[in-house]
């Protein structure tokens, strides 16, 4: 295999940050064009589907309230899985750590108890703690016995996904809900706030944007963030400086977990007020933050508008299924082909290719 | 001295012109190779001997300059265009299938390989051949695996003369081998020579110039410096043409001053990666103030020894004692603590973060304690600060203290990680091949550095296959063969010849009687 004459492909050393952005919107281009073939395929001019895509999720106070109210989990899955590939543990499990928090959110507010003061509070410490512990079973497995991660954390989802089934069909099944596999309703002290006329819990927002920033100084100048990185960048340097791998791949997913858990107390006390089926409650945040993190190349900060971004899309995903009739899956098409040139675009960035013609 | 005419020459290079982002590797360079002669490339580390070699082998392609084989210009694509040519290379790295046999790595990437089943007796018989003809004699049906490092690059040579190369050309080829083995790699390429081939040998090692080669180019960052026949120069000219300038070849080293006993090793054994019995009952004392090295060829313990001692490795038996305190099988982290530095062997691979910044690489070890952490927070002021102080001190040379560590020069690396591990007065000195790949300027700045450190006080154990490099800095000499140890000299009166033939397996007492037996 060798690379003909015209085409020169060299390593460049170290990609600047403008390169990394340019790439990363190039590969969203690339995306767009790819996936315009597609509604192409259904009869639907792409340009047209944009338009009505950024219209519908830009283009009015209603669109954008959506926007951000999608934007929440995502930000906040996102947050928590830059934490975990900082140092190398591929999480794809922040769906199933999210469910989890929903879980732990419902089992608070309808059986605990609490005075309503107290509800909320316990019902995001409790959803923290049950994302965190589906987290910290596969890092354990990684780090205790070379488990892969990517495996585990998948499969733990299915796990998750099928204890909430088995939850709202058996023992939590309502009673006020004739016969739907929903749990019953949560107490009115277990909701949120919204922003009047929206769906947006802002509170969760302002949780999430808090995290966001703390998870930066965490990273940048706190020592058990310069541990994940060395721990991430390169495994044998950090056991020659006597840094505890098993300590480092617990602590990264007990807050890539916990913050994937609290996105789902978000969509419990926010949005639906009670447990009730997975597809539901989740639409696959987990999955998408896993681009919205890669997208934000692992930068907490960056995570605020990568999963606006994605906001963006998602509530796009509803008006075409409104106002096009096609299939929201079409969105994820569209959010696979992201990640997939995304991931291409990585090759881009670590090498120069130049073009010459006609000399030598 | 006659003229040469064009025909006498096999290989010529025209002006050849190679640039890597940031790096002028070759700067039009003429060279002119005679067919028949072993031709040594001198040249420090980056002075562009490897890439001049990687255009002629057809991994690069060179940006400028035409290559011309018996007189006529030739295009090399590929390293399987060279091969058509009869161009081969044994790279300083094996390329190598360690799981395959000697017969099967041979023929792997021929069309021979390429069916759907091998039938290795026509090979067989042709390895056979070669072998017999130049003295290479390895099994052909051997694992690689379970062959010795001489012995893999016997397998490389036979892989180029297999594919019928007569212009051979060896990368470092003796970095790897015990000076007997070396004895023996050089008879082989006399053979070769005699035989009609054409050597080209990149060293950065004089002696070796003056040994095996007929005539010597010597490269400078990049540029021809000069080419002359190795009968009308001597070490110090070619050094002098090397460096650019005057090299101290004695390193003055003070009288030893023997401090207390810091370091005890008891009856230590330790299991390798691969499960087998690294280390077999090894015991040996440092004091402070003095340079215990161990010498030996790679492979035979001494990695395993570094990382029991540093806490990267569970002994099974035995005892360390640091100052009197059991430290055996303690972490690495409370080791280093205890005051243990660790210059790494894989330098690159273990001893830094190539991604992270020369600031934060040199925090690595002390990252935990004040000044550079204060509460959970890093104090990247002192960070910096102390950064700042080490490039000043040890002759960094970075763009800024902000700079991405893998993109400074493996000079550079090292001088960065011995900052890092000397920060704080170490006790003991753990520094495994410290000046391997580095260049005569670095080598003599680490071995200055190590002495200082010996002068005031600390214990040094010197891990290194450069003999010279042990006969000139060590206090005492232990040798070490199969995870054991062979026996322990006095540096000052030891026979290079005894160390070698301890390095090849004779315990220290046998050595001793077959050389009063001679005298």
Known sequence: MRAPKWLKIERRPVPSGRTIFTVSILAILAALVVAGIFFQAYGVSAIRAYQLIVKGALGSKLGLAETVRRAIPLLLCGVGLTIAFRALFWNIGAEGQLLLGAVAAAGVALFSGLPDVLLLPAMFIAGFLAGALWGLIPAALKARLGINDVITTLMMNYIAIYLVEWLIHGPWKGTQMRGFAYTDKFPSAAMLPLIPGTRIHWPTLVLGLVLAVAAYILITRIRQGFEIRVVGENPDAARFAGISHLKTTLLVMFISGGLAGLAGVGEMAGIHGMLRSATQISMGYGYTAIIVAWLARRNPLAVIVTSLLFGVIMAGGDVIKVSLGLPFQLINLFNGLILFFLIGSELLMHYRISFSFGRR | MTLATPADYVVQLKGIVKRFPGVLANDGIALDIKRGEIHCLLGENGAGKTTLMRVLYGLYQPDAGEILLNGKPIQISSPRAALTHHIGMVHQHFRLVPTLSVEENIILGLDEGTGLFLNLRKTRKKIEKIAQEYGLQVDPQTKVWQLSVGQRQRVEILKALYREADILIMDEPTSVLTPQEVDQLFATLRTLVDDGLTIIFITHKLDEVMQVSDRVTVLRQGKLVATLPTSQTDKPSLARLMVGREVIFRLEKSPLQRGEKLLEVNGLHALSDRGLQALRNVSFDIYGGEILSVAGVSGNGQAELAEVLTGLRRATKGRVILLGKAITNRSAREIADLGVAHVPAERIKMGIVPNMSVRENLILKDYRH??????????????????????????????????????????????????????????????????YGLDVGATEQVRQVLLKQRDQGAAILLISEDLEEVMALSDRILVMFSGE?????????AKIDEIGLMMAGERKEEVEVASTEVA
């Open chain 2, 485 to 493: 140890v062979m026996g322990i000299v006095d540096a000052e009166g």
């Open chain 2, 370 to 435: 004040p000044p550079f952490s204060r509460g959970v927070f890093l104090n990247y002021k002192k960070a910096e600060a102390n950064a700042q102080r080490a490039m000043a001190d040890y002759q960094i040379a970075a763009p800024s203290d902000n700079t991405a560590a893998k993109l400074l020069s493996g000079g550079n690396i090292q001088r960065m990680v011995l900052a890092r591990e000397l920060l704080g007065n170490p006790r003991l000195i753990v520094a495994a091949h410290p000046t």
